[in-house]
């Protein structure tokens, strides 16, 4: 049985342990294309190297910095896949990407600073401004030939601003940053004197027409207001576990990431057997990944097809992510009404553009996940595809 087989997507298992907006949280029979989360269990090697540390019985204090070995993987796979060369000292292993997130805004943001954030882009990016106290400066992010236009950034940025969130590729649109773009951010973070706060939790997940370009490739040096994180939940499929880290090239500003985080008082940090799973995930799992990529890339082109085909709703191509974005303003509904009766009428669930998720520019739209199986997809699918031409009868659109 190949890994990304049907058969190998346990459903009686997802229903008990997937949560948010997933199999455990939605009726019976429904199917759930909702949150970023692999629908496969995850490579054996994980699996293998937490049973061994299972099995040694200690679950003891690990170091505050998170273990050593641990740190090194990360700096090995990140410039190995990516050519993003960080000092193993300069990464933070953390208990997740969003918490990553929170600790860079808390650490550089102070009450009234304004940080600019996409929209639409993922909700973490304002929640952890908002933590912070600051104020989430909403960039409207159009797609323009398949890129982000950046042309009208500059006019959002105030004497307030301190901060620049990227997400890259970007969460939901399934973008890769051009080099170009890159250039466009720093120049404006130099010239303003900006932190950046970097989000390259999808950076595994990108397709082969379009390479991934990390902000690093414009030279460390420039990177020193750039502040970084990965998470290992989209990649190897293990959210649960709560694993992540922040890196940086400036050796004041990750001190500051470290006091801030609370490891050093134990009061943050990272699990054990999570950061056992993560050097599993790094040191052995890539092989999986690139598997897994290829048969993302057949469930993205045939969910493009099938789309493509359906009456009143359009969708661009993603470069990365498995992620679909696809625009419904066609049908003179809202995302929550369109994906509600899709809910009610053909047990499909996605997850609503608007608000609550991207940001008011992402109204009119809906997210579809498809990691998982051909089978389900195309189940999903016909669904979608079942629902609209209900929907159109129905209204006699
Ligand atoms: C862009 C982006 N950043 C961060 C996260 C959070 O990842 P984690 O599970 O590591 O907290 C997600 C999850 O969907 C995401 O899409």
Known sequence: MALFDNENVNVD?????????????????????????????VAPEIREAM??????????????????????????????????????????????????????????????????????????????????????????????DGHIDLSELEKYI????????????????????RKEDLEHIMG??????????????????????????????LGNERCRRVYSVFGFSKSFGIAGLRAGCVYCTDRDGFEKIVNKSAVLTTAGGIASISQIAGTACMDKCYYWVDEFLAHLKKNRDYALERLSSMPLITCHKPQATYLLFPCIKEFGMTSEEFTDYLKEKVQLALVSGGE???????????????ATSAEILKEGLDRLEKGIHLLIQERNL
């Open 13 to 41: 298992v997802l229903k008990k342990r997937a949560f948010n907006y997933r199999w455990a949280e939605v009726p019976d029979g429904t199917i759930p294309l909702t949150a970023a989360d692999p629908d496969y269990p």
């Open 51 to 144: 049973m061994a540390y299972i099995n040694d019985g200690y679950f003891s204090y690990t170091p505050k910095m998170g273990y050593p070995e641990f740190r090194e993987s990360i700096a090995r796979a990140l410039y190995a896949r990516k050519q993003e060369k960080i000092d193993p000292d300069l990464i933070l292993p953390i208990d997740s990407a969003a918490r990553g997130m929170y600790v860079i805004a808390e650490t550089f943001l102070r009450p009234g600073d304004e940080m600019i954030v996409f929209d639409p882009v993922d909700y973490l990016f304002k929640e952890s401004a908002l933590a912070a106290g600051a104020v989430p400066v909403l960039f409207p992010a159009v797609l323009k």
């Open 158 to 177: 105030t004497p307030k601003t301190r901060m620049i969130g990227l997400c890259n590729p970007h969460n939901p649109y399934g973008v890769v940053y």
């Open 188 to 217: 404006l973070c130099e010239k303003y004197g900006l932190y950046i706060m970097n989000d390259e939790i999808w950076s595994d997940i990108v397709f082969p027409e379009k390479p991934f370009i990390s902000i690093y490739a």
């Open 356 to 370: 609550q998720f991207f940001g008011p520019g992402s109204q009119g739209y809906c997210r579809i996940c498809f």
